[in-house]
Nanobody
Framework: QVQLVESGGGLVEPGGSLTLSCAASGFAFSNFDIRWYRQAPGKEREWLGIISGTGTIINIGLSVKGRFTISRDNGKNTAYLQMNSLKPEDTGVYYC????????RGQGTQVTVSS
C-alpha cells in the first residue's frame, strides 16, 4: 500500500535551517509528483510546493519562495524539503502528499521555530 513517512522536524532557532524527508513506498515513486504542505495551529493548510516525478519541474509557494526548496532522490524513493532562514511563522506540522488515484499523506513532522 502507498505509504509516506515524513521526518527531520524539530526545534530550530529563527534564522536556522532544517531539511525534511519524505520516504515513500508502495508505488512507482519516480512516476508521481510530490507535494509539500504545512498546517499551523488555527490556520488553514498551506501549499508549499511541488516537484515532478523526474525532479525537473519544481514550483515553490510564494510565501516561502527564496527560502525553501524541494528535491528528490528517486533511487532512494525520498523527497526533501530544504528550509532556510526559518521564521517563527514557519512553525507547524509539515506533510508530504502524493496523488495515486487519491491523495495520500504521511503522519507529518513537527517544525518549531523559536528562540
Amino acid at each position: 500500500q502507498v505509504q509516506l513517512v515524513e521526518s527531520g522536524g524539530g526545534l530550530v532557532e529563527p534564522g536556522g535551517s532544517l531539511t525534511l524527508s519524505c520516504a515513500a513506498s508502495g508505488f512507482a515513486f519516480s512516476n508521481f509528483d510530490i507535494r509539500w504542505y504545512r498546517q499551523a495551529p488555527g490556520k488553514e493548510r498551506e501549499w508549499l510546493g511541488i516537484i515532478s516525478g523526474t525532479g525537473t519541474i519544481i514550483n515553490i509557494g510564494l510565501s516561502v519562495k527564496g527560502r525553501f526548496t524541494i528535491s528528490r532522490d528517486n533511487g532512494k524513493n525520498t523527497a526533501y524539503l530544504q528550509m532556510n532562514s526559518l521564521k517563527p511563522e514557519d512553525t507547524g506540522v509539515y506533510y508530504c502528499y502524493v496523488r495515486v488515484g487519491i491523495d495520500y499523506r504521511g503522519q507529518g513532522t513537527q517544525v518549531t521555530v523559536s528562540s
